[in-house]
């Protein structure tokens, strides 16, 4: 049984299906369409227009919308990062038609009415102001804005309340018109059904919505100098971010560079900063690693927070061990180790349908394509530890430094 099957509709929708044995199905409509596609006077719109989406459609209220497979005892979710929109469902398999046809009717009927949008501008208020009450959230933006400084990609995803009052039904509207548009769209589904299935209900709500092919490209972010920034936000402890920029999600170096990652900061209580900070020092309760790839560019990020006396001792721990990468390679023996590791925790990670299924749309969106786990284990077999040591030169040469006082 191959993991994934894939088929187009004829305007355009690419779908991607999954079956499995199980009672539960997922399906999900994946917009290519994020805040790095908002222009200056749009900022915070693409998450504002998520939100809409469930406050009415031609033909349901908010409240109809939001009890359809709630009341089956099913989800209806979405979520805006920079990059893309996501509307998606969970269900009994027998309910999935139902599941298609509400995210149909969000993504391409909803109304936009004011009474409803009035409410929701302050539900997101509410949003942004939780969010800013957590720096080891909000750093991460913060040094993303500072790292493509002066792009679509350099501004937060949530907007700002000033920002937020200027946007109404024909804003969204505007933005809508634009960005989604079918030859952007995926729709991704897993359950216990064949992909011809998948695909007829697809095509029954999907196929007939008709828009204009996609007319702008987005603009590759500048590089910008490297920095150290300390901001005083009078926080308890001390909230830190190294990095630098990092390759897009098509570059063939994303493999080892996502292994090397996973070496220095990723999930396990073995990887290296953990050890050095937290097993062997006592320095820091959170140190990770992170790398977040976009279609043409992507950063790399090592977080950690601590007290204020131990944070310079931090800094300068992870700075060794980021030069000790760019000095010397892995031995077999230890990369054979982070081999297994990583293709693990995926293993593992797959066993999520449900993320599983957003993650197959997103590749499928991003780059036409999805690599099945047969072609991950090959492309993570075939790392050399040469590979890692030139990766870690690439990036780490020059890095950024951003904290939180």
């Given at each position: ?119 929701e501008r302050e539900v997101i208020v ?121 390759y897009d999600i098509n570059d063939e ?108 749309g997103k590749s499928l969106l991003m ?39």
């Amino acid at each position: 049984m191959k993991e994934f099957e894939t088929y187009t509709l004829p305007n355009g929708i690419k779908g991607i299906h999954r079956r499995v044995k199980s009672a539960i199905a997922h399906c999900a409509l994946v917009i290519n369409a994020g805040s790095r596609d908002e222009r200056r006077d749009e900022y915070g719109l693409a998450h504002f227009t998520e939100h809409a989406l469930f406050k009415g459609t031609r033909k349901r209220k908010a409240y109809q919308v939001n009890c359809r497979l709630e009341n089956l005892g099913g989800e209806l979710n979405a979520f805006t990062t920079k990059e893309d929109t996501t509307i998606h469902a969970t269900t009994l398999r027998s309910d999935f038609a139902k599941a298609v046809e509400l995210i149909t009717d969000v993504a391409f009927d909803s109304t936009y009415p004011e009474r409803e949008l009035a409410k929701e501008r302050e539900v997101i208020v509410d949003e942004i102001n939780t969010y800013k009450d957590s720096p080891s959230e909000m750093i991460f933006d913060t040094f993303e804005d500072m790292i493509f400084e002066g792009s679509e990609l350099g501004h937060n995803i949530l907007g700002t309340k000033a920002a937020l009052a200027r946007h109404g039904t024909e804003a969204i509207r505007r933005f809508t018109s634009r960005t989604y548009t079918a030859d952007q769209m995926v729709f991704s589904s897993i359950g216990n059904f064949s992909v011809n299935t998948a695909r007829d209900t697809a095509a029954r709500y999907l196929a007939g919505r008709h828009t204009p092919v996609r007319d702008f490209e987005r603009a590759v972010p500048a590089v910008t100098p490297a920095f150290e920034k300390v901001l005083n936000k009078h926080t308890h402890q001390i909230h830190c971010i190294i990095g630098a920029r990092a390759y897009d999600i098509n570059d063939e170096r994303r493999v080892p560079l996502s292994l090397l990652v996973n070496i220095l900061g990723g999930p396990s209580a073995n990887s290296l900063l953990n050890v050095l900070l937290r097993e062997k020092n006592g320095l820091s309760y959170n140190i990770e690693a992170s790398y977040t790839p976009y279609n043409d560019c992507g950063f790399v990020a090592i977080y950690f927070s601590s007290e204020h006396d131990n944070a310079d001792h931090c800094c300068q721990l992870i700075t060794e061990q980021l030069n000790l990468m760019r000095r010397e390679t892995l031995s077999a023996r230890r990369l054979s180790m982070a081999k297994k590791q990583f293709l693990a925790q995926m293993a593992i990670s797959m066993e999520n349908n449900e993320s599983y299924m957003l993650g197959a749309g997103k590749s499928l969106l991003m780059h036409d394509d999805i690599d099945t786990l047969e072609e991950v284990y090959r492309k993570v077999a075939a790392v050399t530890a040469q590979q890692i040591t030139d990766v870690a030169n690439e990036i780490f040469s020059s890095t950024s430094m951003l904290m939180y006082r």
